[in-house]
């Protein structure tokens, strides 16, 4: 019975310390064109993300029965704010679109949620990112999209951002916003 214990107490330790917190820094990666709308906008339009955002936004599991052993994961959201922002602007100027800060126009993004998961027997980490598109004319879509890694975590949620571009412009009630005069 005593060396039943002292495994079970030995096994535990090794996976308390297994589970570790990591502050991640996500890549910023290109995105996608081949789905994209086209479109053509006369009137400049300023990208609005949260500023000051949280700086340890903690990325839950997905899966909590996975959670025994996993990391903890925290980001700075800001980092993840500003790759959009970039990701997004860059698609209006390919599109002739003037980015201006003081336009009328906006598109606003906000993130809702971010989850990580183990996927394909612990050989990929998942992330999952919600977030919302607001044009300045009222119209809201909440989405959420998906980026796997075979590497890390940093990847997978950066992958998710450019994946978040990507629907925003594919989205027909933003492109009409982009395209109204």
């Not at 970039?86 to 906000?110: C, G, P, W």
């Not at 990847?155 to 951002?161: P, Q, W």
Request: glycine share 6%; with cysteine.
């Amino acid at each position: 019975m005593k060396l039943k214990i002292t495994f079970l107490c030995v096994v535990f330790v090794l996976l308390s310390i297994n589970a570790c917190t990591r502050h991640i820094q996500p890549p910023l990666f290109d995105i996608d064109t081949t789905n994209l709308k086209q479109f053509h906008g006369k009137l400049p339009v300023a990208v609005i993300v949260p500023q000051n955002a949280d700086k340890n936004y903690f990325i839950d599991l997905a899966d909590p029965r996975k959670s025994f052993g996993a990391d903890k994961i925290y980001v700075d959201l800001n980092l993840m704010y500003k790759n959009a922002k970039k990701l997004i602007e860059k698609q209006l100027s390919d599109h002739n679109v003037a980015v201006s800060q003081s336009a009328e126009k906006q598109l606003r993004f906000t993130i809702t949620d971010i989850k990580w998961d183990i996927w394909g027997m612990g050989h990929v980490t998942g992330a999952i990112l919600d977030f919302n598109i607001e044009t300045g004319d009222g119209y809201s879509k909440q989405y959420k999209v998906q980026d796997q890694s075979g590497i890390n975590a940093e990847r997978a949620v950066g992958g998710t951002v450019s994946r978040a571009v990507e629907k925003i412009f594919q989205d027909d009630g933003v492109i009409e916003y982009i395209e109204k005069q």
